[in-house]
């Protein structure tokens, strides 16, 4: 099976060019298009490029090679699933969700904002921060209902094991 490599990109007028598709098919390089909502959507991959891109330790002349271009992706790999805070979760790290952590240190924070709102409330001007655990997280919020179905269905599977 011969697997040619993939260009990615936005459905502009760029890539769709007849230049750029002969080019494409003489390199024998397969063109891609966005589709919304899926992982490589330029959305989404748009996004975690600038995440990498605004790391202090990013080469701004390039990697030396492609051995230190590996190398600097596995580290940025590991620094954004295990330290990087991600907003979309209540600023927990990946790692802290799915090991389940995430639920305490939300409740720690909602407890902590409660007291400051507590001891100052003049500071204050209205609720604190929604602190609350984030359900499932999806690239297609639409089929959360069926997210949410098979949750409870488990659930209820838990309950009667």
Same mark, same amino acid.
């Given at each position: 099976?011969?697997?040619?490599?993939?260009?990615?990109?936005?459905?502009?007028?760029?890539?769709?060019?007849?230049?750029?598709?002969?080019?494409?098919?003489?390199?024998?390089?397969?063109?891609?298009?966005?589709?919304?909502?899926?992982?490589?959507?330029? !959305?989404?991959?748009?996004? $975690?490029?600038?995440? =990498?891109?605004? +790391?202090?330790?990013?080469?701004?002349? @390039?990697?030396?090679?492609?051995?230190?271009?590996?190398?600097?992706?596995?580290?940025?790999?590991?620094?954004?699933?295990?330290?990087?805070?991600?907003?979309?979760?209540?600023?927990?790290?990946?790692?802290?969700?799915?090991?389940?952590?995430?639920?305490?240190?939300? !409740?720690?924070?909602?407890? $902590?904002?409660?007291? =400051?709102?507590? +001891?100052?409330?003049?500071?204050?001007? @209205?609720?604190?921060?929604?602190?609350?655990?984030?359900?499932?997280?999806?690239?297609?919020?639409?089929?959360?209902?069926?997210?949410?179905?098979?949750?409870?269905?488990?659930?209820?599977?838990?309950?009667?094991?």
């Amino acid at each position: 099976m011969d697997i040619k490599p993939v260009l990615h990109g936005d459905n502009g007028s760029t890539l769709k060019a007849t230049t750029v598709l002969s080019m494409l098919q003489w390199l024998g390089v397969k063109p891609s298009y966005s589709r919304p909502r899926v992982s490589d959507d330029n !959305a989404y991959a748009e996004s $975690l490029f600038r995440t =990498a891109k605004y +790391r202090p330790e990013f080469p701004a002349k @390039g990697f030396a090679s492609l051995e230190a271009a590996r190398a600097w992706a596995a580290e940025f790999v590991h620094w954004y699933n295990v330290d990087h805070r991600h907003s979309g979760i209540r600023y927990v790290s990946p790692q802290q969700r799915h090991e389940g952590c995430d639920q305490a240190i939300l !409740a720690a924070r909602h407890a $902590l904002y409660e007291e =400051a709102r507590q +001891r100052h409330p003049a500071r204050w001007s @209205g609720k604190t921060r929604d602190w609350s655990h984030i359900g499932a997280v999806t690239l297609n919020p639409e089929r959360d209902a069926v997210v949410n179905m098979a949750a409870s269905a488990q659930h209820i599977q838990q309950k009667a094991a």
